[in-house]
């Protein structure tokens, strides 16, 4: 059975997106979700998200919008983005990452529209999960550290941006990818081709100053 590691934060779209379309991974994939705090992956490689640049913000919400309406996928954008989404990536953990568990949390963002910040919606997601003592757990030391974990493993894969998918070593991002992903998945030999080779070794040109 194939392994394939998704990265991935409540805060990106297009993480939602690719959580919608999982049943289109075959049944021999072990699929293990791996929740990670963007930020620190965009500070690790000193870039900018989509949302924090306005012309490329302005785009990215329409594309989400025509995304979610071509691939039949709920939509309701949440009060406000860019947000903090650590209590969610915590409870992520705390429920053991269970596919199930993420995509209701995703559902909770990006389908309800609705937000961990506020004081009513949380609880009554917490209720639903049967996470009353969800402050505590949230808190506890072994949940910090495992996402702080998946945020070093992501960077050490090489993991830029999520959501992304790690198979064999080799990073597939955006939720765009999926289709490429598949392809390698039923062709393992995909990525050593002539031209797959010709690509990953493509010589570098020209650089900006920085």
């Given at each position: 059975?194939?392994?394939?590691?998704?990265?991935?934060?409540?805060?990106?779209?297009?993480?939602?997106?690719?959580?919608?379309?999982?049943?289109?991974f075959p049944p021999q994939i072990e699929l293990r979700p791996r929740p990670v705090?963007?930020?620190?992956?965009?500070?690790?490689?000193?870039?900018?998200?989509?949302?924090?640049?306005?012309?490329?913000?302005?785009?990215?919400?329409?594309?989400?919008?025509?995304?979610?309406?071509?691939?039949?996928?709920?939509?309701?954008?949440?009060?406000?983005?860019?947000?903090?989404?650590?209590?969610?990536?915590?409870?992520?953990?705390?429920?053991?990452?269970?596919?199930?568990?993420?995509?209701?949390?995703?559902?909770?963002?990006?389908?309800?529209?609705c937000s961990a910040d506020d004081p009513g919606q949380w609880q009554r997601l917490?209720?639903?999960?049967?996470?009353?003592?969800?402050?505590?757990?949230?808190?506890?030391?072994?949940?910090?550290?495992?996402?702080?974990?998946?945020?070093?493993?992501?960077?050490?894969?090489?993991?830029?941006?999520?959501?992304?998918?790690?198979?064999?070593?080799?990073?597939?991002?955006?939720?765009?990818?999926?289709?490429?992903?598949?392809?390698?998945?039923?062709?393992?030999?995909?990525?050593?081709?002539?031209?797959?080779?010709?690509?990953?070794?493509?010589?570098?040109?020209?650089?900006?100053?920085?």
């Amino acid at each position: 059975m194939k392994q394939i590691d998704w990265y991935f934060d409540f805060i990106s779209p297009f993480a939602y997106l690719a959580s919608e379309s999982l049943w289109r991974f075959p049944p021999q994939i072990e699929l293990r979700p791996r929740p990670v705090l963007f930020a620190a992956i965009l500070n690790h490689w000193q870039t900018l998200g989509p949302a924090e640049i306005p012309p490329m913000r302005r785009f990215t919400f329409r594309h989400i919008r025509w995304l979610a309406d071509s691939n039949e996928i709920a939509l309701t954008l949440p009060p406000a983005h860019p947000f903090n989404p650590l209590k969610l990536l915590r409870l992520s953990v705390a429920l053991g990452n269970e596919i199930e568990a993420v995509q209701r949390l995703f559902r909770f963002v990006w389908a309800e529209g609705c937000s961990a910040d506020d004081p009513g919606q949380w609880q009554r997601l917490l209720e639903e999960l049967g996470m009353q003592d969800a402050e505590e757990q949230l808190a506890a030391d072994k949940v910090k550290n495992q996402l702080r974990e998946n945020g070093e493993s992501a960077i050490e894969t090489g993991v830029f941006g999520v959501p992304a998918f790690v198979l064999d070593g080799e990073v597939f991002w955006g939720f765009d990818s999926i289709d490429f992903l598949l392809a390698c998945v039923e062709d393992p030999e995909l990525l050593e081709s002539p031209q797959m080779l010709a690509a990953d070794n493509m010589p570098e040109g020209l650089q900006r100053q920085r």
